[in-house]
Structure formats: structure tokens, C-alpha cells
């Protein structure tokens, strides 16, 4: 956390999906840091430790779910939340094994959004 508010990584390689999703989530009271670059992103979470990162499952040479293993070893691990517009049901036990919190498929409703990083970071 910094300050008194949750915060979240959000990282996707699309621009439009950063800037929707970061301001419906901060306008929704949380602290949003955005990344186009999963590698940039992963700085930030290990200098930082948010509670939630939510990431798009497909971002070129790095994908949601090894994201999501790499910080699976984190000493205080993150919940991952994963986006998808390719949803596909083996996806499921991978993001299983990967450690992801809740796969979901876009287009991501926010309020469903909000819903499951209240639920994670509920107290």
C-alpha cells in the first residue's frame, strides 16, 4: 500500500484498456499504477509489493500467467488478477497452477472489476 489507499498495478499493452481501466478504478478509490511493459511493471511490484496486480493474459514476449508465477515467489505475493479477450477454457487450471486469484474475460465490466479486488483485499 502507499498511502492509505489499496494499490493496484494494472499492465496491458493496449493503451486504451490502461487509461479506461486506470480511471474507473481510481475514481473507485483505489491507487493505480499503469504499465504498457510487464518487465517495467515488475520493478515497481518488487520495490513496492501492491496488494492486486491485474494484468491482460496476452503482452507480446511476456504473458499474464508467467507474470503471475513469477510473483507467485514473491516473499508477500500480490493476488493476480488476470484479463482475457482470447478466453479459453484451459486457461482455467492454468491460471490455477500460475496462482491467479480470478480470470476474467473482456470486455471487463469495471464494476466486476471492483468487485473481486474488494473481495481480495478485504480485511
Known sequence: MIGERTTLVL???????????????????????????????????????????????KMGAVNGFDLARQLRDFE???????????????FEMEAEAAGVAKILEKPVRGEDLVQVVRQLTRP
Open 11 to 57: 499492465i496491458d499493452d493496449d493503451e486504451q484498456i490502461l487509461v479506461i481501466v486506470s480511471q474507473f478504478l481510481t475514481f473507485s478509490g483505489f491507487e493505480v499504477k499503469s504499465f504498457s511493459d510487464p518487465n517495467e511493471a515488475m520493478v515497481f511490484i518488487r520495490s513496492y509489493q501492491p496488494q492486486v496486480v491485474i494484468s491482460d493474459v
Open 76 to 90: 508477500h505475493p500480490p493476488h493476480v488478477i488476470l484479463m482475457t479477450g482470447y478466453y479459453q477454457r484451459e
